[in-house]
């Protein structure tokens, strides 16, 4: 049975990375997406399944669990990276913002988790070989973050997750974390806040997609890691 690798979050920047890298090792692979991009149209032309997903409710997430199933018996593996990274500073709202954070970084996590350990059951049984889910968490889940309360309790959140739904689906199926600070920086990003943010760690680089790729593979290729989420942060928390 050839089951694909299911990448939420997938149009650009990490997931992209994430999508193409499976792609090129002839993995399948589906991915969902917020906004179609040229990105998503190339790796639809290439292959992928692209599944357009609106998170934002709860009618919109079982929207997508059931057009998943609609394309796919089984998955090899979860990687939960669709994320927004919002501010209190920005949302005078804040319990809008807090629900919203909850909803994307927690919610659907553990829903799209809940409903769809059969395909990744099917995968276990079809192969012999632990299935996996993977959450990108945040290098906040150990600091908090006074300027992003919410976003950080929601990563906190998603955190716990991993824990609890390892002891629950082990041995069958393996769930892990891997909990990112800077990795890429944004377009419009000034040279300021770009030396500003390179302070922060010890290693003082913008490492590139390549970090995650690199920890998600050690997670996928593993037989025996589980309830563990990799810090992939510079040393961040010695400075």
Wanted: glycine share 6%.
């Amino acid at each position: 049975m050839t089951s694909p690798i299911l990448i939420t979050g997938a149009g650009q920047r990490i997931g992209l990375a994430l999508a193409q890298h499976y792609l090129t090792q002839g993995q399948k692979v589906i991915i969902t997406y917020r906004t179609r991009h040229d990105a998503v149209e190339k790796l639809a032309q290439q292959g992928v399944t692209c599944i357009h997903a609106d998170f934002s409710t709860d009618a919109g997430i079982n929207e997508f669990i059931n057009t998943l199933k609609a394309h796919t018996q089984s998955l090899k593996a979860v990687i939960h990276n669709a994320s927004s990274w919002d501010c209190e500073a920005n949302n005078p709202d804040h319990a809008k913002l807090f629900d919203n954070m909850m909803r994307i970084h927690a919610k659907t996590p553990y829903l799209i988790n809940m409903q769809c350990a059969d395909l990744l059951l099917a995968y276990q049984q079809a192969s012999g070989a632990a299935a996996d889910i993977v959450h990108l968490t945040d290098y906040v889940v150990e600091t908090g973050s006074p300027k992003h309360l919410a976003y950080a309790a929601s990563k906190g959140a998603l955190d716990n997750l991993t824990k609890s739904f390892s002891a629950k689906y082990a041995p069958n199926i393996k769930v892990n974390a891997v909990a990112p600070s800077l990795i890429i920086f944004n377009e419009h990003d000034d040279e300021q806040y770009r030396a500003k943010t390179l302070k922060k760690s010890l290693m003082g680089i913008e490492p590139g997609c390549q970090e995650i790729i690199n920890s998600i593979d050690l997670l996928l290729q593993s037989q025996y890691i589980t309830g563990r989420s990799i810090p992939v942060d510079g040393g961040r928390h010695l400075k």
